[in-house]
Antibody, heavy 119, light 107 residues
Framework: QVQLQESGPGLVKPSQTLSLTCTVS??????????WSWIRQPPGKGLEWIGY???????YYNPSLKSRFTISVDTSKNQFSLKLSSVTAADTAVYYC???????????WGQGTLVTVSS | DIQMTQSPSTLSAFVGDRVTITCRAS??????LAWYQQKPGKAPKLLIY???SLESGVPSRFSGSGSGTEFTLTISSLQPDDFATYYC?????????FGQGTKVEIK
């Protein structure tokens, strides 16, 4: 069974760059059957879909979000990553990585990691 | 973007009650709707996909229906483990969008 695990710093200073990595186990990120996504959830609020990456490196980002996000993939490590530049307190959230069968819903989620933006 | 609107935002019910949550899409999404359950401090868990298909391992007391713009999630007999927040998600178009959530509380 596939498992996803987020990793990265839990505290980031305002204006800096948030960097998170998702390690996939129990399956290959190079499978052409899936998109690999990031979703975030501010404390006490709902879910916000950020974007996805395909194993080939092609990406799609939520146009409603400012273009501060970058998603990348490292197939040799079976990992994909999220970078968010110029963070503010509004970016404080639990960040989830997830797997989407191509063109479908999210079927597996990581456990999530809380990132707090504070000086 | 397709807007997803859930109602109610909060629902109080007794164990054993039949519970229905509604999700409306701002435009037709055919049957491309999923439902998730989220407990505090945990990731969402897939319950229903394609509006009415039960994910493997999900109890049969959960059911979904609808197509186009109006959908429902029904719990036929609420159990203690079901107290959680429920989200709908459309996967008809990108970006994917979620409803704002419905919190099911113990009455």
């Amino acid at each position: 069974q596939v498992q996803l695990q987020e990793s990265g710093p839990g505290l980031v200073k305002p204006s800096q760059t948030l960097s998170l990595t998702c390690t996939v186990s129990g399956g290959s990120i190079s499978s052409g059957d899936y998109y690999w996504s990031w979703i975030r959830q501010p404390p006490g609020k709902g879910l916000e879909w950020i974007g996805y990456i395909y194993y080939s490196g092609s990406t799609y980002y939520n146009p409603s979000l400012k273009s501060r996000f970058t998603i990348s993939v490292d197939t040799s490590k079976n990992q994909f990553s999220l970078k968010l530049s110029s963070v503010t307190a509004a970016d404080t959230a639990v960040y989830y990585c997830a797997r989407d069968p191509t063109g479908y819903y999210t079927d597996y989620w990581g456990q999530g990691t809380l990132v707090t933006v504070s000086s | 973007d397709i807007q997803m609107t859930q109602s109610p935002s909060t629902l109080s019910a007794f164990v054993g009650d039949r519970v229905t949550i509604t999700c409306r899409a701002s435009q037709s999404i055919s049957s491309r709707l999923a439902w998730y359950q989220q407990k505090p401090g945990k990731a969402p868990k897939l319950l229903i996909y394609k509006a009415s298909s039960l994910e493997s391992g999900v109890p049969s007391r959960f059911s979904g229906s609808g197509s186009g713009t109006e959908f429902t999630l029904t719990i036929s007999s609420l159990q203690p483990d079901d107290f959680a927040t429920y989200y709908c998600q459309q996967y008809n178009t990108y970006p994917r969008t979620f409803g704002q959530g419905t919190k099911v509380e113990i009455k």
